[in-house]
């Protein structure tokens, strides 16, 4: 049993050195909640726990802005002290298992992963080695259904984490690519860090003018016959999934080896959209990502033709690591990505995917590119050699 007996509810700003360009606009800087609590753990040992977030209302689409994300958060934190439960994906599932906005599962997130941190410290050990029947009360049925019957977390998680991550590059809507287009280019992150993997956001309002850019993207980062692969990202901005094939269609036609190298797409319409996403899906994987907001939403996604997830701490430790062992069962594709996780949450978010098998090994780490200074300590430790986010400064303690 676990049962809370503090929680304290911490802000800080976090401005981006660098602005992040998303299809629904610009993202110049955020607010973290960090949440820190203590808990009478396993056998009666108190231990503590932390978990933050950053309070995206561009992403979550909150109309309050900051300061609604902040009192909701609070509100969360304020109702958990006290709560009692057998170990903490029981009591995730009890504090977030009924949402249904992205508002909420965001402002709940600090909160669960500092539980599910808190249970481990407490056992003395790290959290995904730990999701057993040793130590939890009832296996995945009691969450996914009877198919989940005698399986736990564990069974899907990597016995031995990754040492290193491929990093994903994010390519905002208008990043400069080459010198001289104003900011820190694409040309010069190669250089730097050996990035191969790359995320474009697109705007989502022009499929030709989005083929364009995207074939751009390819040309500059091949240059010297270097091989990478892209993801594409638009943010909900397409109308359709009609509209999202246009796109494809304009590649493949503009650049046939830029088509070649995307090996899937992001949640290309809005997400409360009820479309039939198969005919897309045909051409290539596609990832609901906004529209992933909770645990009955699963087998609605995959009965309109979803065939992926986009897994985000951010979107909750409890609910992530349901959704991540629902995919691997029903064999969807899966690829781990970011909310722009600064400091603590950057190690939680490196250390979760370390212990994935998802359908592509990378982690996206923006900070890296929006908000370096935030990802002090251990975090900015964390370094990009050849391609990868060495993992060896993660603490592999609790979630971390």
Known sequence: MMRVLDT??????????????????????????????TVLGPAGRPARGRGSVLLSYPWTGEPGGDAAMRQTAERFARDATGLTAADPLRLG???????????????AAPLDAALHDAWANALGGRAYENYTAEHLAGDL???????????????FLRAVPRPALPVQ?????????????GGRPLTDWMAAEGVRCFKVKV????????????????????????????????????????AAAELLHALARLSPAAHRAVRYMEQPVPRDSTADMSGLARMLPVLADESVTGLAGFASLRSRGWPGLALKTA?????????YCWARRHGLFTAMQDLTCTGDALLHSAAFASYLDCSVP????????????????RAGLLAVRDGELSLSALPRKGIR
Not at 8 to 36: C, D, K, Q
Not at 316 to 323: D, Y
């Open 362 to 377: 990378t982690l996206e780490c923006n900070s890296r590119q929006y908000a370096p200074e935030a990802n002090t300590g």
């Open 315 to 323: 979107r909750g430790h409890t609910l992530s690591l349901l959704a």
């Open 93 to 107: 599932v009890e504090l977030t298992g009924d949402l249904t906005t992205l508002t909420e599962i965001v402002c």
């Open 203 to 242: 705007a989502g309002r022009d499929p030709v003018a989005d083929a364009r850019r995207i074939a751009d993207v390819y040309r500059v980062a091949t240059a010297g016959g270097r091989s990478v692969w892209l993801s594409l990202d638009p943010n909900e901005a397409y109308s359709s999934p009609e």
């Open 8 to 37: 304290v509810v911490s802000f800080r700003p976090v401005p981006f050195t660098t602005t992040l360009m998303l299809s629904s606009g610009p993202i110049t800087g955020l607010t973290e909640a960090l949440v820190e609590v």
């Open 169 to 181: 590059h994010v390519v905002g809507v208008g990043d400069p690519l080459t010198p001289g287009e």
């Open 141 to 155: 049925g009691d969450y996914l259904g009877p198919e989940f019957r005698g399986r736990y977390p564990a069974d």
